[in-house]
């Protein structure tokens, strides 16, 4: 069974940055994709970024160029930096771990979740 925690959310003002981190458990995680997803109050929980086995990266359209995906499999955790805050990326984002290598942008592709943790980005 692989457990992820989330942490590192917080509210911030447009334009401000934050990092979060997901700490994975389970000796599978240097060989699973790992994905960041969010859900905003009344929309569907959407792909935000995934990083293969192998450190490939994979961005939303809407996040491209702001936020960057990184993983240390030594330290068994997932990272999402995050630039540029705008409010339209106020939402809960979880973690993701993937009983696949590579990268799968829909929530099927996904075995295990974290709890979520909430990031509100205020203009």
């Known amino acids: 069974q692989v457990q992820l925690v989330e942490s590192g959310g917080g509210l911030v003002q447009a334009g401000d940055s934050l990092r979060l981190s997901c700490a994975a458990s389970?000796?599978?995680?240097?060989?699973?994709?790992m994905g960041w997803f969010r859900q905003a109050p009344g929309k569907q929980r959407e792909w935000v970024a995934g990083?293969?086995?192998?450190?490939?990266?994979y961005y939303a359209v809407a996040v491209k160029g702001r936020f960057t995906i990184s993983r240390d499999n030594a330290k068994n955790s997932l990272y999402l930096q995050m630039n540029s805050l705008k409010p339209e990326d106020t939402a809960v984002y979880y973690c993701?771990?993937?009983?696949?290598?590579?990268?799968?942008?829909?929530?099927?592709?996904?075995?295990?979740w974290g709890q979520g943790t909430q990031v509100t980005v205020s203009s």
């Open positions: 990083i293969s086995s192998a450190g490939s990266t």
């Open positions: 993701a771990g993937s009983a696949y290598s590579s990268v799968v942008a829909t929530t099927s592709g996904y075995d295990y």
């Open positions: 389970g000796r599978a995680f240097s060989r699973a994709a």
